[in-house]
C-alpha cells in the first residue's frame, strides 16, 4: 500500500468486523483494498472478503485522530469504551454491565471466531485457533473464557479471570483466585484448541496458567 486508502475505503474497513475482519462493501470497494493488500478474497464460497494483517494495522492506526498521551500496555487490546467489542481479560475499568446484552455480543464474536477459523484454517478445522487468535492471544484466550461463561476479574480484587502476555512467544498467562477456577480455565481452553500447562510464581507462590494456542 503506497498511499492512504480513501475515506470511502476507511469507512469499509472501520465498518469491518472487530473479531474476524470480515468486510462489507461494494465490488469496486473490495476489490480496490484486494489490489492494495489490505483485504483478500476467500477462495470458498461464499467468497466473503476480509482483513489483512495490513488492514487490521490499517484500521486500528486510526488515522485523523489527536494523539492520546501514551497509557501503560496491560496486554488487553482494545479498550471498552472505544464502543468496538472487546473480549473481556480481567482487570478493565469502566466496561459495562455483564447482563443479556453482552452475553450476546459475545455468542456473536464467539460464533464470528469459529467462523473465521473455518475459513482460514488450511484444513477448515474450527478445533484449534487460527492465524487471528495467534496475533491477539491476550483478547482470543479470554474471548474463549468469556464465551464459556467464566467470570473475569474486575479493576481491583482477584474474584476473578485475568489474561495477560508473556515474555514467550505464542503464550499468555491466566490468573486466577484459586485452583478451582484455574483448573476451569485450563479445561476450556483445552477444548477450544489450546495447550495448557499449571506453573508457580516463584516468589509469591501463586499459581496460574501458561497457554498456548494448538496447531494441530
Known amino acids: 500500500m503506497?498511499?492512504?486508502?480513501?475515506?470511502?475505503?476507511?469507512?469499509?474497513?472501520?465498518?469491518?468486523d472487530p473479531v474476524?475482519?470480515?468486510?462489507?462493501?461494494?465490488q469496486a470497494q473490495l476489490a480496490a483494498l484486494v489490489r492494495h493488500g489490505l483485504a483478500f478474497r476467500h477462495p470458498r464460497p461464499p467468497h466473503d472478503h476480509f482483513l489483512t494483517p495490513a488492514g487490521h494495522r490499517t484500521r486500528e492506526a486510526a488515522p485523523e485522530q489527536p494523539a492520546d498521551p501514551p497509557k501503560a500496555d496491560t496486554g488487553t487490546g482494545d479498550a471498552g469504551a472505544?464502543?468496538?467489542?472487546?473480549?473481556?481479560?480481567?482487570?478493565?475499568?469502566?466496561?459495562?454491565p455483564a447482563g443479556?446484552?453482552?452475553?450476546?455480543?459475545?455468542?456473536?464474536?464467539?460464533?464470528?471466531?469459529l467462523e473465521l477459523r473455518r475459513m482460514t484454517n488450511?484444513?477448515?478445522?474450527t478445533d484449534r485457533p487460527c492465524g487471528w487468535e495467534r496475533a491477539h492471544l491476550v483478547r482470543a484466550a479470554g474471548l474463549a473464557l468469556e464465551a464459556?461463561?467464566?467470570?473475569?476479574?474486575?479493576?481491583?480484587?482477584?474474584?476473578?479471570?485475568?489474561?495477560?502476555a508473556t515474555p514467550q512467544p505464542e503464550a499468555v498467562?491466566?490468573?486466577g483466585p484459586d485452583d478451582a477456577t484455574l483448573r476451569a480455565c485450563a479445561a476450556t481452553l483445552e477444548e477450544t484448541g489450546w495447550q495448557v500447562g499449571e506453573h508457580t510464581e516463584p516468589r509469591t507462590r501463586a499459581r496460574y496458567l501458561l497457554a498456548s494456542?494448538?496447531?494441530?
Open 122 to 125: 488450511p484444513d477448515g478445522g
Open 173 to 175: 498467562a491466566v490468573q
Open 148 to 164: 464459556a461463561g467464566h467470570r473475569p476479574a474486575g479493576p481491583v480484587g482477584t474474584d476473578g479471570y485475568r489474561v495477560r
Open 20 to 26: 474476524t475482519g470480515r468486510l462489507r462493501g461494494t
Open 82 to 96: 472505544t464502543g468496538v467489542f472487546a473480549a473481556r481479560v480481567g482487570g478493565e475499568e469502566g466496561v459495562g
Open 2 to 16: 503506497t498511499r492512504p486508502p480513501t475515506a470511502a475505503q476507511r469507512r469499509v474497513i472501520d465498518a469491518a
Open 213 to 216: 494456542p494448538r496447531r494441530v
Open 100 to 113: 443479556p446484552a453482552r452475553a450476546r455480543e459475545v455468542h456473536s464474536a464467539w460464533q464470528g471466531l
